[in-house]
């Protein structure tokens, strides 16, 4: 006997679609509770891990910044060597001179590398204060580092203990709302899940309220509401967009207005009025 075949969304009742809707809602519900549950502790663990990201580029970028000035210092203690080496030279020269016009010349070559000396040195006092300071900036960042990665880990450790607590309740959530989604035609799945992606408590489809939409809680005229009941067509809420479903088709028991009897007048009352 050959298996019947899967009945096309499409083919389904406006009774049908809107029922698969709501269902689909409740799940979607529920996993939206869940993702509560975790509060901002996803976007907590993203943020810490994002600026421990930045850190660690600031400290590669610190520790290179670091060796330039190690080698500059270096640098300019080779200058500070050559420079005395070529003041020693000069002043030995100084001694073996013919006349004034070369010892002059030594003598202002002797000048000119004392300058070079002084000025070395003056770089080697610029560069180790900079030094000091980027040890200092590295150290801080470093302890920052430190600091970020134990709050990372408490954060991630109480994550993970709320993900294994709903892990398997929110997968057999997604597995029942996707066989549910299979139930719904396409066009009409997208629309339900635009709707729901543009309102902030993630309703696509809400039940009447007191005469009103379950979403938005504006008065639906009346015209509309027998429209609803009808489930002759998908009707949606003019204010906020949201499907309307009737409380009865949601498997909700819609709430009764209470009326008061009018008061009884006395015969004294009555008496006074006349």
Do not use: W
């Not at 001179?97 to 770089?123: G, M, P, S, T, W």
């Amino acid at each position: 006997m050959a298996k019947e075949s899967k009945k096309d969304p499409a083919e389904f009742s406006v009774e049908e679609k809107l029922k698969a809707l709501y269902q689909l809602q409740t799940m979607l519900s529920e996993i939206d509770k869940i993702k509560t549950l975790r509060g901002e502790l996803p976007l907590e663990v993203q943020d810490l891990e994002d600026e421990l990201a930045g850190l660690n580029t600031r400290i590669e970028k610190i520790k290179g910044e670091i060796t330039d000035l190690t080698k500059s210092i270096a640098d300019s203690k080779v200058a500070i060597e050559r420079s005395k080496s070529l003041i020693a030279k000069y002043t030995e020269q100084q001694d073996n001179v013919r006349n004034n016009r070369e010892f002059d010349a030594l003598n202002k070559e002797i000048e000119y590398q004392n300058l070079n000396v002084e000025l070395a040195e003056k770089h080697i006092r610029d560069f180790s204060a900079a030094m000091n300071a980027k040890n200092e900036e590295l150290q801080h960042s470093q302890e920052l580092i430190s600091e970020k990665s134990e709050d990372l880990n408490i954060k991630k450790g109480e994550l993970q203990e709320i993900i294994e607590e709903t892990r398997q309740e929110e997968e057999k959530l997604r597995e029942r709302s996707k066989s549910i989604e299979l139930t719904v035609e396409p066009r009409l799945l997208q629309s339900f899940k635009r709707i729901r992606n543009n309102t902030r408590n993630g309703l696509g489809i809400v039940y009447v309220q007191r005469e009103s939409c379950g979403g938005c809680f504006n008065k639906i005229p009346p015209q509309r509401q027998l429209d609803v009941r009808m489930r002759k067509k998908i009707i949606v809420c003019e204010y906020c967009g949201r499907i309307i479903i009737d409380p009865e088709l949601a498997g909700v028991k819609e709430e009764q207005k209470v009326v008061e009897a009018p008061k009884r007048r006395t015969r004294k009352a009555a008496a006074a009025d006349e």
